[in-house]
T-cell receptor
Framework: GAVVSQHPSWVICKSGTSVKIECRSL??????MFWYRQFPKQSLMLMATSNEGSKATYEQGVEKDKFLINHASLTLSTLTVTSAHPEDSSFYIC?????????FGQGTRLTVV | QKEVEQDPGPLSVPEGAIVSLNCTYS??????FMWYRQYSRKGPELLMY????GNKEDGRFTAQVDKSSKYISLFIRDSQPSDSATYLC???????????FGTGTSLTVIP
């Protein structure tokens, strides 16, 4: 069964606005959350790793000021896409770790118009 | 060179056929190998999880890992229309590490 709940499942927003995506671990405490992005017909690519109580680590080429990650509790990690632009339209998905990295949230389809 | 290579397809087979999906990789440190099924606009669903080399079978699905060749496969027996989806391979060096994904193979099973 699902170990992490992600929402919203889809969102449409205007260019320049911010969007927050939440991932909640359902019955365990997640000290780590991996955030991936998937563009059409491409692989899932790791964007950043959030760590409870400390700063997230970002992959090369991912703007940390644009993709704000907060992991304030052991059951909730959030990704906020700030000042979204059409090129940010993608499928964003989280995965908990360690030990539960094999499972993913339902994903969030973001469309920026 | 990409960490993981996967033929994107599309692959179209008749119902009941045996499907073979494959990935190759370059990092010999990978130890954990996963296959996921992803339906359109949904998150990946874990199908098989294998550690190191060898075979693993679960119902109609069989996963094979050949570390010497850096090659993994997923076989689907008696394929069904409900198996139509994109299949992603993924691998990791260790638990707690990030996954590296293939691009996914689009499969259609025709009734």
């Amino acid at each position: 069964g699902a170990v992490v709940s992600q929402h919203p499942s889809w969102v449409i927003c205007k260019s320049g606005t911010s969007v927050k995506i939440e991932c909640r671990s359902l019955d365990f405490q997640a000290t780590t959350m991996f955030w991936y992005r998937q563009f059409p017909k491409q692989s899932l690519m790791l964007m950043a790793t959030s760590n409870e109580g400390s700063k997230a680590t970002y992959e090369q080429g991912v703007e940390k000021d644009k993709f704000l990650i907060n992991h304030a509790s052991l059951t909730l990690s959030t990704l906020t896409v700030t000042s979204a632009h059409p090129e940010d339209s993608s499928f964003y998905i989280c995965s908990p770790g360690p030990g539960r990295e094999a499972f993913f949230g339902q994903g969030t389809r973001l469309t920026v118009v | 060179q990409k960490e993981v290579e996967q033929d994107p397809g599309p692959l179209s087979v008749p119902e009941g056929a045996i499907v073979s999906l494959n990935c190759t990789y370059s990092n010999s440190a990978f130890q954990y190998f996963m296959w996921y099924r992803q339906y359109s606009r949904k998150g990946p669903e874990l199908l098989m999880y294998t550690y190191s080399s060898g075979n693993k079978e679960d119902g109609r699905f069989t996963a094979q890992v050949d570390k010497s060749s850096k090659y993994i496969s997923l076989f689907i027996r008696d394929s069904q229309p409900s198996d139509s989806a994109t299949y992603l391979c993924a691998m990791s060096v260790n638990t707690g590490n990030q996954f590296y994904f293939g691009t996914g193979t689009s499969l259609t099973v025709i009734p």
